[in-house]
């Protein structure tokens, strides 16, 4: 154990799946992080189910990936962004007390580049009390890409009616409404989109964003200077431009937003990143890059018309597992994986699974 928290270096531990969780748990240490990455979406919600039994729940975080790929012209859901950003402000702002212990990551959240800075947008925030402007907390809604409609029915939407605010945070099982008494929120409550009863009385409410590339005054520039450089795409920048957000901007990302970085850029000093079965993570990650470029070629990319340059996207394609490993141990941060094979350098825990009834 303290030879991987040290840093630097690549371990490997021959040890059955059971041993997975418990082998992280005895790597969590107060002033770092353990980042567990596995080669599902299934495994990883299954191995943060049973680290919640040996640390406690609240300190293990999933860090959920995109439903869709880096360049599909489709955007992810609402409720997937809202727990990204919920994890990652978490991560770099929530401190020693409220940080994660343990995130577990599918290989493909690890491998996929995000807007730099995204741990640094603050969510909407308020509590029973507060003096606040109506048209501030409408306006802070929009700009984390909340949809504005008539009854909110789905994540990420909000609806106005006099002085009442109905907000589904992507984060929430039930929307609130807030009740406002002038500009003060008299009161907070959770309630059901079914028949609008309510269910409960909070004191607050915490919103994340719902977007990954949030249309700000800068973005806008960008799309409105596309728009003219590429007449083959001028509708979409068009819209981007004029604040409308539009289906698969994210994949836009690498040129409206700027730069991009990985989770792992974001880990505190002395952390460590454990693959748990890295031959399956190995060989999910060659699928998840070969089939990132098949669609990076056929998508934004190619999509510029004759005597336009191309649009570079590339920086926004998943970066391949080696290219991660190495940075891992480049920044100084521990990297261990616990493979069922019995490999020449790696220590064997004798230890066996139970057999499971059929």
């Known amino acids: 154990?303290?030879?991987?928290?040290?840093?630097?270096?690549?371990?490997?531990?021959?040890?059955?799946?059971?041993?997975?969780?418990?082998?992280?748990?005895?790597?969590?240490?107060?002033?770092?992080?353990?980042?567990?990455?596995?080669?599902?979406?299934?495994?990883?919600?299954?191995?943060?189910?049973?680290?919640?039994?040996?640390?406690?729940?609240?300190?293990?975080?999933?860090?959920?990936?995109?439903?869709?790929?880096?360049?599909?012209?489709?955007?992810?859901?609402?409720?997937?962004?809202?727990?990204?950003?919920?994890?990652?402000?978490?991560?770099?702002?929530?401190?020693?007390?409220?940080?994660?212990?343990?995130?577990?990551?599918?290989?493909?959240?690890?491998?996929?580049?995000?807007?730099?800075?995204?741990?640094?947008?603050?969510?909407?925030?308020?509590?029973?009390?507060?003096?606040?402007?109506?048209?501030?907390?409408?306006?802070?809604?929009?700009?984390?890409?909340?949809?504005?409609?008539?009854?909110?029915?789905?994540?990420?939407?909000?609806?106005v009616r006099g002085g009442i605010v109905d907000v589904f945070a992507p984060t929430d099982d039930h929307p609130v409404r807030i009740e406002f008494w002038g500009d003060t929120v008299d009161e907070i409550r959770y309630f059901s989109?079914?028949?609008?009863?309510?269910?409960?009385?909070?004191?607050?409410?915490?919103?994340?964003?719902?977007?990954?590339?949030?249309?700000?005054?800068?973005?806008?520039?960008?799309?409105?200077?596309?728009?003219?450089?590429?007449?083959?795409?001028?509708?979409?920048?068009?819209?981007?431009?004029?604040?409308h957000a539009v289906e698969g901007m994210e994949s836009l990302a690498p040129v409206l937003a700027g730069e991009m970085e990985l989770l792992i850029d974001l880990l505190p000093e002395g952390s460590v990143v454990v693959m748990s079965d890295p031959e399956r993570i190995r060989a999910r990650a060659a699928d998840l890059v070969a089939t990132s470029e098949e669609f990076l070629a056929a998508s934004w990319a190619a999509a510029a018309g004759a005597g336009e340059a191309p649009i570079d996207l590339g920086s926004a394609t998943f970066h391949g597992l080696d290219e991660v490993r190495e940075a891992i141990v480049e920044r100084g941060l521990g990297l261990l994986d616990i493979t069922p094979f019995g490999l020449d350098d790696a220590v064997r825990v004798t230890a066996e699974d139970v057999p499971e009834y059929r």
């Open 1 to 159: 154990v303290e030879q991987v928290r040290s840093g630097g270096a690549q371990y490997s531990l021959n040890t059955p799946a059971a041993l997975h969780p418990f082998v992280t748990a005895a790597l969590v240490r107060e002033d770092a992080v353990v980042v567990l990455a596995t080669a599902t979406i299934r495994q990883a919600n299954d191995l943060a189910e049973a680290l919640g039994t040996l640390i406690p729940a609240e300190q293990v975080s999933v860090f959920q990936p995109w439903e869709t790929l880096p360049h599909e012209r489709l955007s992810p859901r609402a409720d997937t962004v809202g727990r990204r950003l919920a994890v990652l402000r978490n991560l770099v702002h929530g401190g020693v007390e409220n940080r994660p212990r343990v995130i577990v990551a599918p290989i493909r959240s690890l491998l996929q580049p995000q807007v730099k800075g995204l741990a640094d947008l603050e969510p909407v925030h308020v509590k029973t009390g507060q003096d606040v402007e109506l048209d501030t907390l409408i306006q802070g809604l929009a700009d984390a890409a909340y949809h504005r409609v008539d009854l909110v029915t789905n994540r990420g939407e909000f609806a």
């Open 193 to 243: 989109v079914a028949d609008q009863r309510t269910i409960e009385v909070v004191d607050e409410m915490t919103a994340p964003g719902c977007r990954e590339l949030l249309l700000t005054d800068e973005v806008r520039a960008k799309a409105e200077r596309y728009a003219q450089s590429h007449p083959s795409l001028s509708e979409l920048f068009t819209k981007i431009a004029n604040g």
